[in-house]
């Protein structure tokens, strides 16, 4: 059976946190539980007049890639609701070849 | 126009297995946003909400929400929800001594007040306050005029600065409601369309859209076009997370937008980077604005603008026209209208996408047509009295543009009682005390404190309710109510949405049906009998017919596509051509002139800016406001758990190295303060602006806070609006320094 995650492309993460609400939603987290998290990574100004800044989205030891919506034929809600787009599920080879084709600024996760 | 919609879609309402209906509709306010109207999903189960999805068949948004959507329960069921009417005795104003009433208890007070103070001293006594565009605003002024029957429609943003600046050079360079990017709004698969042509770069001038989503745009097109090659450029004071994906961010000092602008059209038009035939056949003194901007050098700009000279030579050469047609498109912001030198400098930007021939083309900038809703017609008041409205002999502007009163004139009037004394307030979904729209909140809470009845429409106790009000009346959420959505009220390429009403909460109207209630309690001459008759008269301009939109729930429309100018789709007689006196881009506007303005562009200094000799020594910061976030709509959303999880505190970002001097570490709490007013926020030390700039949140209120006056939920303690002067404001009336005030700032 493959093992599934989920393939953040953080180039275009706008950390809105649309994941965040979406997951506990979904599953009834309350405030202090998260499913899949936001993180901000900077900015820093490594190099003067540049910033290094990106967001990324992390799913928690909660993350059950959401199970019974996959069942059901849906996508993961955090996929659906992502403001730019850039969580994508799925086997984690086929999510390894896309990571090798866009070349940058791309994570995957199996949680 | 030409809508096009999926024959396909799924059913506006469907039931599943366990009971559960899934109801498809478009969100709009309240909770507030502006006019997206992004896809929904409501799932409701034995009447109650149970679980909000964005809806994958919305052909803008395909399922995508951001967090205020995706907290609307809590927003719905929330415990301090205003469900019921209230009303409260005058005499105790400010304080939180409020007892519910019925609807009709409610109406006959206000029925037996308006009449009283109409009678006592005339219809212009009474003012309607509206905020930002909401759904609220769509009806406005028809409440105003219809229902209420006064000529004062008063936005309280000083120098109008919202849209002012900004509709003055749209409508008098083109004859046009609004420009915007193509991100291919109009077409079936937008981006993914195959008649969509990518601009080559996105000019992005004093706006995030991202968190904005302003006037209707969906801020993330912008990531699909960036996924796909397009380049941003971008001018902004500020760096954010979107400069970091830029092709080029000129950080200039806030309100020097103007001289980068003319020095930006000195570079295309002396080196003849201008589309010849569309200068030749299209615009209108052409030859009188290279002579204007001959002085207006990028070796002057970048002075005034605190940049490098070959950054702006970089720019103006992209932006440029090219024969291989790589087109780009403008999107520009309201930190355009906060600068009373944003007339022209729009003006600027205006003749910038005309004369580099990408206006109207697909891939580039798109002109907009008229918006479809009531915003200066049908008045049915008397000429004499509809003449009355405040400040319209000192701003001419206004009646050609607006329709509404002169927001720094409104404050005056209220204070001195001229040109006529001021006695009712109606509040429309505006929490105008909060730092959002007006400046010197303090002056506009004491006069209108004096004022003899105040109604107000609010979902949320907010401080300018429990301040002023006499009655307030509950709204419905765009969940609770029939309605419809379109893109930027339907004057730019996008959708035309229905809100399906899915659930019922208290005794809440919607701003729709407030309008209807009032006009046949207010009105005897009142024609609309209601909501739903109003909704299908809406619906006539548009072609469609409510119950066909409600079962298909989006339709995208093209506004008449591309090229409208050449097709006569722009100027309201039918005829060829831009909606102007010559038919012409009038880059020498005739509007500008006959409203006593230069007809060319120029550049004007911010009168009371940090540098000045006077302020310098004492206040050596610039400051500025307003940069948004995801989790609140201006002073929306400070009572929703999960989002105010998300901003908990009012940040004013600070640079690493003026923080070091100043000895404010990241979570301090700062004072920050100029001549006009003293607030203190919480600093976040972050490299995103320049050293001598700070970048304050405005919108901040604290519904946790003591209620009554003179706390009013802490709306004076973060209350940045307190800093901006009254009435520094452009020639025309337009444009005010929300974003460029003096300031000096110290730990707490």
């Known amino acids: 059976m493959s093992v599934n995650g989920l393939l953040i492309d953080y180039e275009w993460c706008t950390g809105c946190q649309s994941c965040e609400l979406a997951c506990k939603n979904e599953h009834g987290f309350p405030m202090n539980k998260w499913g899949i998290k936001m993180v901000e990574f900077g900015p820093f100004e490594m190099e003067p007049g540049t910033l290094e800044w990106n967001y990324m989205a992390v799913p928690t030891s909660y993350c059950d890639l959401c199970e019974d919506r996959v069942a059901r034929g849906e996508q993961p809600t955090c996929v659906l609701h992502c403001l730019a787009n850039v969580i994508e599920y799925g086997p984690v080879e086929e999510l390894a070849l896309k990571m090798a084709a866009k070349g940058k600024r791309v994570s995957m996760y199996v949680p | 126009m030409s809508l096009t919609w999926n024959e396909e879609c799924s059913p506006m309402r469907q039931t599943l297995e366990d009971g559960t209906e899934v109801v498809r509709t478009c969100a709009w306010s309240p909770p507030g946003c502006h006019a997206v109207g992004c896809g929904i999903r409501l799932f409701v189960k034995d009447g109650e909400l149970v679980k909000v999805e964005g809806d994958p068949e919305h052909p803008l948004t395909r399922g995508r929400l951001c967090p205020r959507c995706l907290a609307l329960k809590e927003y719905v069921y929330h415990p301090d929800r205003l469900i019921y009417p209230m009303k409260r005795d005058r005499t105790k104003r400010g304080q939180n001594a409020w007892e519910r009433c019925t609807w009709d208890e409610a109406t006959e007070l206000i029925v037996k007040k308006t009449a009283e103070i109409k009678e006592t001293w005339g219809a212009e006594s009474i003012i309607v306050y509206s905020g930002t565009g909401r759904e609220a605003v769509r009806y406005a002024f028809a409440l105003t005029s219809q229902a209420i029957g006064s000529p004062n429609h008063c936005y309280a943003q000083s ?59 969906w801020g993330h097109a912008l990531i699909e076009l960036m996924k796909r090659g397009t380049k941003l450029l971008v001018v902004d004071p500020r760096r954010n997370w979107l400069t970091t994906r830029s092709d080029q961010h000129l950080q200039i000092r806030p309100n020097t937008d103007g001289a980068l602008a003319l020095a930006l059209l000195h570079i295309v038009i002396t080196e003849g980077l201008v589309d010849e035939e569309f200068v030749e056949k299209w615009c209108y003194g052409y030859e009188e604005l290279k002579g204007r901007v001959q002085q207006y050098t990028p070796a002057w700009a970048a002075e005034k603008c605190g940049i490098a000279e070959d950054e702006i030579w970089a720019l103006g050469r992209k932006l440029g026209y090219n024969k291989d047609g790589r087109p780009w498109g403008l999107c520009i912001g309201v930190a355009t209208d906060q600068n009373p030198n944003g007339c022209q400098l729009v003006q600027s930007l205006v003749s910038l996408a005309a004369i580099t021939g990408y206006l109207d083309v697909p891939g580039g900038t798109v002109v907009g047509v008229p918006m479809q809703f009531d915003m200066n017609s049908d008045s049915p008041l008397p000429a004499d009295l509809v003449n009355k409205c405040i400040g319209w002999k000192e701003y001419p502007i206004l009646p050609v543009l607006l329709n509404t009163t002169h927001p720094d004139l409104t404050l005056e009037a209220l204070e001195t009682g001229k040109p006529y004394p001021i006695k009712m307030a109606w509040f429309d979904s505006t929490n105008l005390l909060s730092p ?38 509950p709204i419905s959420t765009w969940a609770e109510h029939d309605g419809v959505v379109m893109t930027n009220q339907g004057c730019q390429m996008g959708i035309v949405g229905a809100l399906n ?47 066909d939109l409600s079962e298909k729930v989006v339709y995208t429309n093209d506004i008449g596509g591309y090229h409208k100018h050449e097709r006569g789709l722009i100027r309201g007689d039918g005829e060829v051509g831009f909606g102007t006196a010559t038919g012409r881009v009038e880059l020498w506007s005739l509007g500008y002139q006959n409203l006593g303005e230069d007809p060319l562009p120029y550049y004007e200094d911010t009168r009371l800016v940090a540098q000045r000799p006077e302020l310098a020594g004492e206040y050596p910061l610039t400051l500025t406001t307003g940069a948004r976030y995801f989790a609140s709509f201006h002073s929306e959303h400070r009572q929703i758990p999960s989002l105010r999880q998300l901003t908990p505190d009012p940040l004013v970002e600070i640079h690493p190295d003026t923080a070091a001097t100043l000895g404010i570490k990241d979570g301090d709490e700062v004072v920050i303060e100029n001549p006009w007013g003293s607030i203190k926020q919480i600093a976040r030390v972050i490299p995103t602006v320049r050293p001598d700039l700070v970048s304050a949140a405005h919108g901040w209120w604290f519904p946790e806070k003591d209620a009554e006056e003179p706390s009013l939920f802490g709306v004076w303690e973060a209350n940045v609006n307190q800093l901006i002067p009254h009435k520094e404001i452009g020639k025309m009336g337009f444009g005010a320094p929300y974003k460029c005030l003096p300031c000096k700032v110290y730990k707490a």
């Open chain 2, 501 to 547: 009403k899915a659930i019922e909460v208290g005794e809440c109207k919607s701003d729709l049906e407030a309008f209807i209630h009032f006009g046949k309690a207010l009105n005897p001459n009142f024609k609309w009998e209601t909501a739903q008759q109003y909704l299908d008269h809406d619906m006539e301009g548009v072609g469609v017919t409510w119950d």
């Open chain 2, 436 to 473: 959002t729209c007006s400046a010197q909140p303090k002056r506009w809470h004491d006069a209108l404190r004096r004022m003899e009845f105040v109604v107000a429409k609010e979902a949320f106790m907010t401080p300018t309710v429990m301040a002023l009000a006499d009655v307030v009346l």
């Open chain 2, 159 to 217: 120098g109008w600065s919202c849209m002012g600046p900004r509709q003055t050079a749209m409508t008098m360079l083109l004859g046009s409601a609004y420009l915007e990017y193509d991100y291919g709004g109009g077409l079936p698969k937008t981006w993914d369309d195959s008649a969509f042509v990518l601009p080559e770069y996105v000019l992005l001038w004093g706006k995030e859209p991202l968190k904005s989503n302003p006037d209707g745009l």
